[in-house]
């Protein structure tokens, strides 16, 4: 036998390979579906690649590859039997197969036990050799099985490293010498020795000072106070005083520069009189609320209705997604996404297309993952209803209560996140984000991986009208930007309880100062009608040059809609920045609407009577001797040095940085960050800027118009691509590039004023006329109307309509700060509201609307 399996595996030998250090092993999900070794037909992984396959699945990989031997793994999971006693009777077989294998099943492992059974398969006749089978089997086919079975997740070992590699163990942490003193911390009613401030505090673990902070690991501002006792003192340990919880506290070592761990921080805090176990900083779900706690509990049980029996809902569209840890506001975005027609489209109607074009390693392909989470989301083939025997028997064992959310486990969007969140700092940690920017981030994603015409974030994309007013000229320039989202400001002081938060902050002030218990919180309720008004009102352009006047003056901006997208998507500025710069939110109720008509605010243009601004461009300060060296105004680039540093302190090299700052043509440290993050792994990502021309000057450009671009240079390609991803045609962009010197913020203003003539009568109608509202009351169809993509378009593609809109989500946050806290999102679905919180997904009673953070309306049509 033994020979006959040699004999067997020989023609296939050379497409075994045994895993290597870096080789990632997914024996855990398929790459196309959420097949695990527990679903009906197991998982198959290639002995090649090492990319696993649901039942439905591996037929594909092996046509398209020619991959022949796949080892197929198959868990069996049941209740554990009784013993006489009734206790459970452990018993686990081949428990060493499944090494670090991490499923979805959340099942508790008093109350279950399992099988694990292997086996390799061979293609196309499924022939089958059960394992270990070590004394039949080539010597090299058995090192191969033992290290696919042997070898950590594939995400297991990539979130350990994440967090290992973030804090360490102190070097100082067990030989800390601490001062006898008599220095005892209050528990409250905390401030600086050296400046009273009373934010952004940090204890000095050695001698007990209490001194505020400057340039900490998490971006604290301050004014350095200590710092500069450490520089004095040389006592090198600091804990930060509003983060100490039972579970520990953020530890900063002065010496070691860096953020560090202290295994005996509760001796080290008892020594100055801090019991841990006494400040409280967690909920009882593991997620980050803060010390002042009674405000954010009313906060988490309105927003997740606790309390309520939610009643689960089951099929399609109804499934959840698992909270990795701190990864709901990535489920929170995604399940909103899925909820809309064009992305179901793009992704789950197109998903035999997607699957049978994926590339060789689908679990890197954007489009392929999308297909798959949305599939999995939308298909109902993952959140199945409970059969009735098994409510039958969790009613005889009263456990009937805990039942509908136990059943719902929800997809694990584990190689998803894997691949969205490649090479981002933030969402590639482990840390809690801000929904907002993953939204952005996950639009962005769309756009650059949308290669055909179809681009489903097309329904979010807008024009937005800027009127810059000269105030002392009183001409007018008006220009055009695309965006996908409006901020709307949140003015405390148009709360209609402002009184009540009036006499709360004085009570407020005069418990800490006397170092009293703080007062009950009071919420602040703002009309939705102040936040629009608040939108609308002018600003003052920091820094304007008039071009009327040739000379810098005062200027104000308004914004309206240019155009209205199809859906609309409307962000609460809550979160503002503390004096150590980290995002804390206002506690606020917004009486949002359930219907929305913006038409009023739809731009107008030109109006009678206005004059328009000159359309000159500030003049460009050259250095005196321009004349002797042309080489002297390229050799210095305009560069945003306060952008580029910016970026510099979170980590990045200066010189990328710089490199940054100048590719996107200095419109600011976001854009910028974006370029990092797509070049990061480029060879020469960290080498100084060095620009063509600096190596050939070619003419002099002294007789060239000033700020223009020689005809025979070409803009950088990185921001042509910027361009033409916004829908802009690649000439009209590389034209507008040239005429503004590879301005990027100019470029757009360009391209706005210089249509190419034979599409400037279009443009204009888009612009400036009321759109005909039957032209857009099918939006939601697909069709190849004029409302899909055209490359021969000037402008970016937009679908304009009406501006009368219905809410039909909302994702909400629970917590002090953007990096800390929950996500839940509500979703109109069949006329019902419905609470997504993770992996549970129920019929909501009451939607908490005024506690949003984003909200999401769809167009209403015009009949």
Not at 166 to 194: F, M, T, Y
Not at 664 to 675: C, D, K, R, S, V
Not at 735 to 763: C, G, M, V, Y
Not at 776 to 783: G, L, P, Q, T, Y
Request: with cysteine.
């Amino acid at each position: 036998m033994a020979t006959d399996l040699g004999e067997l595996l020989v023609p296939y030998m050379p497409t075994i390979r045994v895993p290597r250090t870096g080789d990632r092993v997914f024996k855990s999900e398929c790459a196309f579906s959420f097949d695990s070794p527990e679903s009906e037909g197991g998982l198959y992984v290639c002995m090649n690649t090492f990319l696993g396959f649901g039942r439905e699945h591996v037929e594909r990989h092996y046509r398209k590859t020619g991959q022949s031997v796949y080892m197929h793994l198959k868990r069996h999971v049941k209740e554990k039997a009784t013993g006489a006693a009734g206790g459970a009777i452990p018993r686990r077989r081949n428990g060493k197969v499944f090494l670090d294998l991490e499923l979805n099943r959340d099942f508790n492992g008093e109350d279950y036990e399992y099988e694990d059974e292997a086996k390799l398969v061979i293609f196309p006749d499924h022939f089958e050799i059960p394992l270990p089978n070590i004394e039949e089997l080539p010597a090299l086919v058995t090192i191969a099985c033992d290290a696919v079975l042997n070898a950590p997740s594939a995400y297991k070992k990539q979130e350990l490293e994440s967090w290992e590699e973030e804090i360490q163990v102190s070097k100082h942490a067990r030989s800390l010498r601490q001062l006898d003193n008599g220095v005892r911390i209050p528990p409250s009613g905390w401030k600086c020795q050296k400046c009273e401030m009373r934010e952004n505090l940090w204890l000095n673990l050695t001698d007990g000072a209490v001194l505020c902070g400057k340039w900490f690991f998490d971006g604290s501002g301050g004014n350095g106070h200590a710092l500069e006792h450490y520089r004095e003192t040389n006592h090198p340990l600091a804990v930060k005083l509003d983060t100490i919880t039972p579970d520990g506290a953020d530890v900063y070592s002065f010496e070691e520069e860096e953020a560090v761990l202290d295994p005996h921080i509760s001796d080290h805090l008892s020594h100055f009189g801090i019991d841990m176990l006494q400040m409280q900083k967690r909920t009882e779900n593991g997620h980050h609320t803060d010390n002042n706690s009674r405000p954010r509990v009313s906060e988490w049980e309105v927003i997740q209705e606790s309390g309520m029996k939610l009643k689960a809902v089951f099929g399609s569209g109804y499934t959840g997604i698992k909270n990795l840890g701190n990864s709901c506001y990535l489920g929170t975005v995604i399940q909103v996404l899925f909820s809309i027609p064009d992305f179901q489209r793009m992704y789950v109607g197109n998903l035999q297309r997607i699957y049978d074009y994926s590339p060789l390693d689908p679990s890197q392909d954007f489009a392929t993952q999308m297909a798959k989470l949305g599939h999995g989301l939308l298909s109902g083939q993952y959140a199945k209803p409970p059969m009735k025997s098994e409510l039958i028997e969790q009613v005889m064992k009263e456990e009937y209560k805990v039942l509908n959310w136990h059943q719902q486990k929800g997809v694990s969007p584990r190689m998803f996140k894997s691949l969205v969140s490649r090479g981002h700092p933030e969402f590639s940690s482990n840390r809690q984000q801000d929904a907002h920017e993953f939204l952005l981030h996950m639009i962005n994603l769309v756009e650059r991986n949308s290669t055909g015409s179809e681009n489903p974030s097309d329904v979010f994309r807008f024009l937005v009208e800027e009127r810059t007013q000269c105030c002392q000229s009183r001409r007018v320039r008006y220009t055009q930007r695309v965006d996908y989202c409006i901020q709307l400001p949140a003015p405390i002081e148009a709360a209609t309880n402002r009184e009540e938060l009036l006499a709360y902050e004085a009570k407020r002030k005069d418990a800490e100062e006397n170092m009293r218990a703080p007062p009950e919180p009071v919420r602040a309720r703002i009309p939705f009608t102040a936040c629009l008004q608040a939108f609308t009102e002018p600003e003052n352009v920091p820094d304007f040059w008039s071009s009327a006047l040739q000379a810098k003056s005062a200027g104000i901006k308004t914004s309206r809609f240019a155009s209205f997208p199809e859906y609309l998507i409307l962000q609460i500025k809550k979160f503002t920045f503390g004096v150590d710069w980290v995002p804390k939110k206002l506690d606020l109720a917004i009486d949002v609407p359930d219907f929305l008509d913006l038409s009023r605010m739809r731009a107008t243009g030109l109006q009678a009577g206005e004059e328009e601004l000159p359309d000159l461009m500030p003049p460009i300060v050259l250095p005196e001797d321009t004349r002797d060296n042309s080489m002297s105004s390229i050799d210095s680039p305009e560069i945003d040095e306060t952008a580029a540093m910016q970026l510099a302190e979170m980590g990045f090299p200066l010189e990328a940085c710089r490199k940054a700052v100048y590719y996107t043509g200095n419109m600011g440290p976001e854009m910028a960050f974006n370029w990092i993050i797509a070049h990061m792994e480029e060879p020469d990502f960290a080498e100084p800027l060095t620009l063509p021309s600096m190596i050939d000057p070619g003419p002099s450009t002294s007789d060239s118009p000033m700020g223009a671009t020689p005809l025979g240079s070409s803009p950088p390609e990185e921001s042509i691509a910027i361009l033409t991803s916004m829908g802009f045609p690649r000439n009209h962009s590389i034209q507008a590039l040239k005429a503004t010197n590879n301005n990027l913020e100019r470029a757009l203003d360009w391209i706005f004023t210089h249509p190419e003539e034979e599409e400037s009568d279009a443009l204009s109608d888009m612009a400036d006329t009321e759109p005909n509202d039957n032209a857009f009351s099918n939006a939601n169809s697909h069709s190849d109307s004029t409302l899909s993509p055209d490359r021969d378009t000037t402008g970016p593609r937009v679908k304009d309509g009406p501006g009368r809109y219905e809410l039909f989500a909302f994702i909400s946050h629970m917590g002090a700060s953007t990096m800390s806290g929950h996500y839940v999102c509500h979703i109109k679905k069949e006329g019902r509201w419905v609470i997504y919180n993770d992996h549970k997904v129920c019929l909501s009673e009451r939607p908490p609307k005024d506690l949003g953070y984003i909200y999401f309306y769809h167009r209403l049509s015009s009949s």
